[in-house]
């Protein structure tokens, strides 16, 4: 006796014909009831949908390493951005399908419009769409979707119907809270798909035209395997598309159909996915709201209210919230409670969050939302076996995170690199080679420990996107270092500007790509020697400086870089003091941070230089010296606009090439009752602001903060409007601590010649001269922090070295 029969006999009533399960995607009810279906009917062969050319990736779902959630991927061969995703998840009925035929040793069929037509369309679609935007009249042809009807969501309607304002519920109600109740494991497909064929009498397609060819392609597939197995077949699709499938329709209709459709050549793979990818916030068209909790729902085998409230606790005990076990027992109660009030046959996940949130948030909404998160949504990443069918980049890719030990992980985490460590830096060259690819699985952040060019931090999120990333950049070649290589050779060609030529050699040294790095800098060397914009110097230069720095760190050779930058930066001096006169405001407030990043850019050039010629003194009266010249000029002409002078005068303050009583002396000139109030201003901000702190100059400079306060008072009226905004950001910027103390000298009062300053030097705190002694204490723990002995030089000597540093670490 069959088993078919078998189940005829035990009392199942099974409907004449293919059974035609319709089901909602990513519903846990469904892939139940899907379930209790293929038991009680044994077909010969199950037929899914999906694009048919995934039949031959079936036989991987057995595999031990096949972890849902999966996705099929679909790419069109010559152009990878083309591509399309068919998620499954383990509550999702296909899967469920697919598995039960795997166990069974039945035949597992995809009857979907092949991927090769699908792809192709939507090049079509996109040309259609612009075409209508443009006026040119609605397309012809009955996949036309733009300018169609607005397209209705099934469940909504049927929700509305039966009296609910939100589908999820209903859903919950009448699917997934039904159990094992049923007697009759085909009556819920029956009933659902009479449901399906009064809305399509209503809606027609419901907007979605394209499904008419879908359905045809089907129809024709499930006559086939009819006659291949004697009607002995079961269908697991969408519910939406039973009464089509029901629809008595010609061989030769359908065929007309297909006709003509175009067609590229694709290919397919399995790809891990994510529980959040499943989720509608992604843009999924199938998507749910609640992935984590539909998982949830599916894998409980009893009592899923309790395990899920158990979920809960301990989530939130991992984040130090206080919840014990008597606040599980209470929101499980207050569920069914709430439950029982709505007229629900169960807790939903309404009832259930609230539940959570009166109980275990206390009313809260902030730890409600690290539940749905984590929870509700999840970072589930799914896992495909290595056999899987992939690019060689892929497979490369695989590798090196094999060999590494990165694993890619759904959640987004913080991983800090020690440099000096081989591994680590094997994370850090792959990770920057990914960056240089367009795979941006890892994304450079600020380290919270040593700032120092030997440490790195990444924060890493793996989207399933990304497979599709790696499989565009397979373009450029089968492993990463070369696809890399080619990837950078290409862009340097293409570079608009010389700050994206040098921006290339830094990530090519970062990426260390030895290969690369001499078309890039030829390039960069043709580039530097015909741009003759000041601008586009001084943007290059930091970068170019900054790769040296790297290139010492990760041993890679430098030496025709450092010759680029050299060269560079003479231009930059050269050009800067004609470059800035006769600016507008906006121009000359880009040209500080212009010379702010050339400042910091010399310091790191001249303290390699320091190290390579073993003469501190001569390099500092080479590269240093001439900047320090240039800067001097700045300061002293009066075409420069007030901002650009104020900054070259603090720069050489802070270096020590320009003593107080001179810096005071310039001040004094600018804040003279002869100079502009709005210059004097932009000088003022030039010289104390732009986050150079120069409240803290203020604070511990008697001079200075009188200078500014006397000419602050003499502004005239009319005049104080004007300069309002530019001291109002200036000093936005310093720290509260530091303003304070500021308000607090001033509203000390005029001293005896009528100014601040008279007063600061009685100031507890405060000293006419600098405390040699008190300075001298702090030299044994600065010396520890810099790695030198007590002995090494003076007071001036530790601290120059110490500003070195600290401009140095500025990654």
């Not at 009030?341 to 949130?357: F, S």
């Not at 921006?503 to 290969?515: H, I, S, V, Y």
Request: aromatic share 4%; net charge negative.
């Amino acid at each position: 006796m069959s088993e078919r029969a078998a189940g005829s006999e035990a009392g199942v009533r099974r409907p004449p014909g293919p059974l035609l399960l319709g089901v909602r995607h990513h519903g846990p009810g469904s892939a139940r009831a899907v379930r209790a279906a293929l038991d009680a009917a044994c077909p010969r062969v199950v037929l899914l949908e999906g694009p048919p050319e995934a039949d031959a990736l079936i036989a991987l779902a057995a595999d031990e390493d096949m972890r849902p959630p999966v996705a099929l991927l679909a790419h069109v061969v010559d152009e990878p951005g083309r591509s399309a995703f068919w998620p499954l998840a383990e509550f999702s009925p296909e899967w469920v399908a697919i598995r039960w035929a795997l166990e069974h040793g039945v035949p597992a069929r995809f009857i979907d419009l092949p991927a090769t037509h699908t792809l192709a369309r939507e090049d079509k679609d996109e040309e259609e769409k612009e075409d209508v935007a443009e006026g040119e009249g609605e397309p012809d042809g009955a996949l036309s979707e733009p300018a169609r009807a607005v397209r209705i969501d099934p469940l909504a309607v049927l929700a509305e119907t039966a009296g609910y304002d939100d589908p999820e519920r209903w859903w919950e109600d009448v699917i997934e809270h039904r159990g094992a109740r049923a007697e009759d494991a085909f009556a819920p497909f029956e009933v659902l798909g009479e449901a399906m064929e009064a809305l399509r009498e209503v809606y027609g397609t419901g907007g979605h035209d394209r499904d008419l060819v879908r359905e045809a392609y089907m129809r024709l597939q499930v006559r086939a395997a009819q006659r291949e197995f004697e009607d002995d077949v079961a269908v697991v699709c969408g519910a939406w598309h039973v009464p089509a499938l029901r629809q008595r329709t010609t061989v030769a209709a359908d065929r007309a159909l297909l006709k003509g459709l175009p067609k590229v050549k694709a290919d397919m793979t399995w790809v891990p996915w994510t529980h959040r990818r499943l989720s509608r916030v992604s843009g999924y068209g199938a998507g749910i709201d609640s992935p984590g909790w539909y998982g949830h729902l599916f894998a409980a085998a009893d009592r899923p209210i309790e395990r899920w409230m158990t979920k809960v606790a301990r989530l939130l005990r991992d984040e130090d919230r206080p919840v014990s076990s008597a606040h599980v027992i209470e929101a499980v109660r207050l569920a069914d409670t709430l439950a029982a009030m709505r007229g629900r046959p169960l807790p939903g996940l309404t009832e259930t969050t609230d539940a959570v949130r009166a109980v275990m948030c206390e009313g809260s909404d902030v730890p409600l939302a690290l539940v749905h998160d984590r929870l509700v949504v999840g970072d589930v990443l799914g896992e495909v076996p290595a056999s899987a069918p992939a690019v060689p980049l892929q497979r490369d890719l695989a590798r090196l995170q094999r060999r590494l030990r990165l694993k890619p992980e759904a959640q987004e985490r913080e991983l800090e690199l020690d440099l000096r460590k081989e591994t680590d830096g094997g994370r850090s060259r792959l990770l920057h080679r990914l960056r240089l690819l367009g795979v941006g699985w890892g994304e450079p952040a600020a380290s919270r420990g040593s700032t120092g060019t030997f440490r790195e931090t990444w924060r890493l999120h793996w989207e399933p996107e990304l497979a599709v990333r790696v499989a565009e950049a397979g373009v450029w070649g089968t492993t990463v270092i070369a696809a890399a290589t080619a990837k950078a050779e290409t862009d340097a060609v293409g570079a608009r500007s010389l700050a994206e030529v040098t921006g290339l050699a830094e990530r090519c040294l970062l990426a260390e790509l030895p290969d690369a790095l001499p078309v890039v800098m030829r390039i960069l060397a043709d580039r530097a020697a015909l741009d003759a914009d000041v601008g586009h110097l001084a943007q290059a230069l930091p970068a170019l400086v900054r790769s040296l720095r790297y290139g010492d760190v990760r041993g890679t050779g430098t030496q025709a870089l450092a010759e680029v930058a050299a060269g560079l930066a003479e231009r930059v001096f050269v050009g800067l003091p004609p470059a800035c006169a006769a600016l507008d405001a906006e121009a000359a407030e880009e040209m500080r941070g212009h010379v702010d990043a050339v400042h910091g850019a010399v310091g790191l050039l001249a303290e390699g230089a320091e190290g390579a010629a073993g003469d501190a003194d001569d390099s500092r009266a080479g590269i240093r010296g001439r900047w320090h010249s240039v800067l001097g000029t700045l300061s002293a002409r009066d075409t420069v606009p007030g901002v650009v002078r104020g900054r070259a005068v603090r720069l050489l303050l802070d270096d020590g090439e320009l003593g107080q009583e001179e810096a005071a002396r310039l001040m004094g000139l600018v804040l003279s009752p002869g100079t502009a109030p709005g210059d004097a201003a932009a000088w003022i901000e030039g010289f104390v602001g732009g986050g150079s702190g120069g409240g803290m100059l203020l604070v511990h400079d008697e001079r200075l903060l009188g200078l500014v306060d006397s000419w602050l008072t003499g502004v005239p009226g009319d005049a104080f409007t004007d300069v309002l905004p530019l001291l109002r950001r200036t000093f936005s910027e310093y720290e509260p601590g530091v303003r304070r103390t500021l308000g607090e000298l001033v509203r000390r009062g005029p001293g005896p010649r009528g100014s601040v300053a008279d007063t600061i030097s009685g100031t507890p705190g405060f000293g006419p001269d600098l405390d040699e002694d008190r300075a001298g204490a702090v030299l044994p723990v600065l010396c520890l922090l810099l790695g030198l002995d007590e002995g090494d030089g003076d007071v001036g000597d530790v601290g120059d070295r110490g500003n070195n540093d600290l401009v140095g670490s500025d990654r």
